[in-house]
């Protein structure tokens, strides 16, 4: 008899192509910034400490959220700070922001975590493991705030599905 590891954590599938963006954004940044001063001959240690600190403060402003999933369980992981909820214990969701929309969940334990819903539409399997726990907090009834919103999430989350297949099929 074989025994079965469990599933591997789904995880944001375009995070690597963002945090290597984001190195190499802030070690050319770096490398300028000290080859410039370099070349007006005023570098000293203070100067390229401070270039090194902006270039490191750049590095952790375009570093994205790192976001895995799987059963029952959501985690949103920054440069600071790792964020881990129930999916399958949800008591409230909601949404804030117009021009970037941030999604926030609360668990039945007092967990809150943030993220941005379109890592959950451009990761097919992440919102699976969502929908999945969202679902069962639904059964349970103690989802009792926001379901109507990730239920409008999960429709566009679809329609933008359905519309890529048809253009990659060509049929539209």
Same mark, same amino acid.
């Given at each position: 008899?074989?025994?079965?590891?469990?599933?591997?954590?789904?995880?944001?599938?375009?995070?690597?192509?963002?945090?290597? #963006?984001?190195?190499?954004?802030?070690?050319? #940044?770096?490398?300028?910034?000290?080859?410039?001063?370099?070349?007006?001959?005023? *570098?000293?240690?203070?100067?390229?400490?401070?270039?090194?600190? *902006?270039?490191?403060?750049? #590095?952790?402003?375009?570093?994205? @959220?790192?976001?895995?999933?799987?059963?029952?369980?959501?985690? %949103?992981?920054?440069?600071?700070?790792?964020?881990?909820?129930?999916?399958?214990?949800?008591?409230?969701?909601? @949404?804030? =922001?117009?021009?970037?929309?941030?999604? %926030?969940?609360?668990?039945?334990?007092?967990?809150?975590?943030?993220?941005?819903?379109?890592?959950?539409?451009?990761?097919?399997? *992440?919102?699976?493991?969502?929908?999945?726990?969202?679902?069962?907090?639904?059964?349970?009834?103690?989802?009792? @705030?926001?379901?109507?919103?990730?239920?409008?999430?999960?429709?566009?989350?679809?329609?933008?599905?359905?519309?890529?297949?048809?253009?990659?099929? =060509?049929?539209?």
């Amino acid at each position: 008899m074989r025994s079965s590891s469990p599933p591997a954590p789904a995880d944001d599938r375009h995070w690597r192509g963002s945090a290597w #963006f984001a190195t190499v954004c802030a070690l050319v #940044f770096a490398a300028l910034a000290l080859l410039l001063d370099w070349d007006a001959g005023t *570098l000293a240690a203070s100067r390229a400490l401070l270039w090194t600190a *902006l270039s490191a403060t750049l #590095f952790a402003v375009l570093l994205p @959220q790192h976001v895995s999933a799987g059963p029952g369980w959501l985690a %949103v992981r920054g440069p600071l700070r790792r964020q881990v909820i129930r999916t399958d214990a949800l008591t409230s969701v909601w @949404q804030y =922001g117009d021009v970037s929309p941030h999604l %926030v969940l609360r668990d039945a334990y007092g967990r809150r975590l943030e993220l941005d819903p379109r890592v959950l539409a451009a990761n097919p399997l *992440l919102w699976h493991e969502l929908d999945r726990g969202v679902r069962r907090s639904l059964e349970h009834g103690i989802l009792l @705030q926001g379901a109507d919103i990730l239920e409008r999430l999960g429709h566009q989350i679809d329609d933008t599905t359905a519309q890529a297949v048809l253009s990659a099929s =060509g049929m539209s």
